[in-house]
């Protein structure tokens, strides 16, 4: 009964981005200019890290390549993201509106209607980039292959669960919007540098309120040298981040007051 | 009445002017100091990232066994990346993006009927709009980095040299962020544009990696590039201070800036003829 609710769901999110990026297909110009300006945008990212390894080869053993997965990780749970459930980013602003009520009219979830009302076109870029990244890191075996998506999805989730957290505070707080942005990019920002270079406080910061260390530095790790036990914490990370979101969305929720606006949506 | 003697006396006419616009960027100064929670979670980042470039660099520095790369310690590299970091968030939000909506939605024909000329009164809002960042921003950050990697010797020639770029820097940033606002009207969606110019500050403009520590032949070509000359160079100039630097960066924001204020200038000429106003 649960598995086939949940597969009815990963079914109708696929429908739903499917219509989202054929429709977003028709505008052919805006389509490709969207795709490879973020391939563009990541190629450049990648850049200021071949002009930082030419000064400084090796930072505790972590070298270019190691920042190339960290590269090809990161961008691919992050378009898994944007591309499924870009709506995770509206949350707080259509909270703090009062214009969930359009999701609350629906029989299905109002969680995941929120999050898959949008698809991000400029993510295909980024899983793109991702994925030639990936392809071009050497060493690649159907096993790794198998490896970088079965952590690539599992990440994405924890990825996800951050950002319906951090949205969410709205229902308690009011205005957070901005401060929900803030905290995604501290994430994002975590894993742009080599990780084996923080150290103290600033990994506790990490392994907390803004867990890069599950979607960075553990991840890598795993894709370079499996291990069994270090890939349960990932597992079980996902589970409690699971939880914590689900709560915080539902007892949210509770406390959600209507906007009364009337949206027609074609 | 008053007004009127105002309008009648030349020099008054200038002052009534320039009190246009000081009131435009006063409006917006308000407008952004009110969202406090907003300021802090925006310099809260700040921090974040300062510590992680503190941690980076001392890493790196010891790595190499020296204290000093081209002139710069880890001391003045921290105190570099946070104002160069202080200085480029207290833009927001995106200039380009402002513009872009109201190209699309069309509030800009409306605008432009007004009696303001629309490139200073957005010049106006992003100053004003950036004013109260900035300070947050650097007070924050400057607490973060005395605490993480101690003081920096500062003259006031060095002070008052960076500032004068940094205006300078401003005003670079304004008119490329307006040109990628007015490529709107011809072009279906700028975002493309606004990710490699954030992405080309981020590279070249020395908010991750200071320039000083690129390789030689790229230091030079990155010299050259506006990237550099919006943020970078002001805050270089302040952590450790040549003239010779300053004549060269100034130099080159010169002729970054009329380059780009002509672009701007012709894009918004030949844009607004596109502009049709219907109804009221």
Redesign the interface.
Known sequence: MFLSTVGKYISLTWEMTKSSILSAME?R??FI??V???L??DI??V??WL??F???P???GWQFQDTAMLFALTTVNFAIVMIFARGAFELSKTIARGELDYYLSFPKNVLWHALVSKTDI?AIGDLLFGLIIFFFSGNISLEKIGLFAVIGILTALIFLNFIIITQSITFYVG??E??AE??F??LL??T???Q?????A?KI?MLTI?PAFFIATLPVQLIQKFNPQFFLILVGFWILTTIIAAIIFKHGLRRYESGNLINVKM | MSEVKILQNGSGLVWYKFLKYFEIAKVNYFNSATYLVNLISRSAIVVIRIWIFTQLYKVSYSITGVSEIEGLTVVMVVWSLMMTQSFQTATRPQLSKLIDEEVKSGTLAYSVNRPYSYILFHFSGFIGRSIPNLFINLFIGSLAALLLVGPIGLSWEALLFGVILLFFGYILDFFISLIIGLSAFWIEDTSAFTWIYSKGQLVFGGLILPIALFPDYLQKIAELLPFSQMYYGAARLIVHFEPSLFLQYFATQLVWILFFGLVAYYLFNKGIKHVSVNGG
């Open positions: 505008y110009v805006s200019v969207q490879f300006g973020m563009v945008n450049a990212l850049g200021i002009i930082f030419q000064k400084f090796s930072i505790n400029s205005n957070f901005e401060a803030q905290m990019h501290a920002g975590f742009l540098y080599p084996t270079a923080f150290y103290g600033l910061v803004i």
